[in-house]
């Protein structure tokens, strides 16, 4: 169990240096997420003409007029519910959104492998990564909305 806990914390004082290596003003979290899940379908510039766009039989939603749609107000609770699987997009599969693998889906819980050992993270901890990713992303989003 020693062996364990040094190695834990090897890795995190390895993780909290990269960390701290950028700056918060150089890391925009919302759009890095929204590149990794988002823009395959919706464009690097939110307007619906992704990559993948042409091969899907619905045009992907244009993500910059939300606000414009919406009497100039951003709907943070609808996209939210898109985005975590509570309102039901057909582009978007199922509920749990298999586009995106379970990266916006709460696990029952993590793992983190070192060597033989196994740490488990609670429910809780990867409930709240899921709520900040998702949040990140609305935040992103409510950026790029035209004026």
């Known amino acids: 169990m020693k062996n ?5 914390v090897i890795v995190a004082a390895a993780i ?5 290596s950028a700056s918060a003003q150089d890391v925009d979290i919302g759009k890095a997420e929204y590149q990794s899940g988002c ?3 919706h464009g690097a510039d939110g307007k619906g ?3 993948m766009a042409g091969a899907l039989k619905t045009r992907p939603a244009d993500l910059t007029v939300l606000s414009r749609k919406n009497n100039g107000v951003f709907p943070v609770e609808a996209v939210y519910n898109v985005i975590d699987g509570r309102k ?5 599969g199922s509920r749990e959104m298999p586009v995106w693998g379970y990266r916006f889906v709460p696990p029952s819980h993590q793992n983190l492998k ?22 990140a992303v609305i935040d992103y989003l409510n950026r790029i909305q035209v004026k």
């Open 16 to 20: 909290a240096g990269f960390a701290g």
């Open 39 to 41: 823009a395959a379908c």
């Open 114 to 135: 070192l060597s033989d050992d196994y740490i488990y993270l609670p429910p809780a901890s990867a409930e709240a990564v899921v709520h900040t990713r998702i949040l």
């Open 88 to 92: 039901a997009i057909a582009g978007h």
């Open 4 to 8: 364990a806990t040094f190695r834990m």
């Open 49 to 51: 003409d992704g990559p």
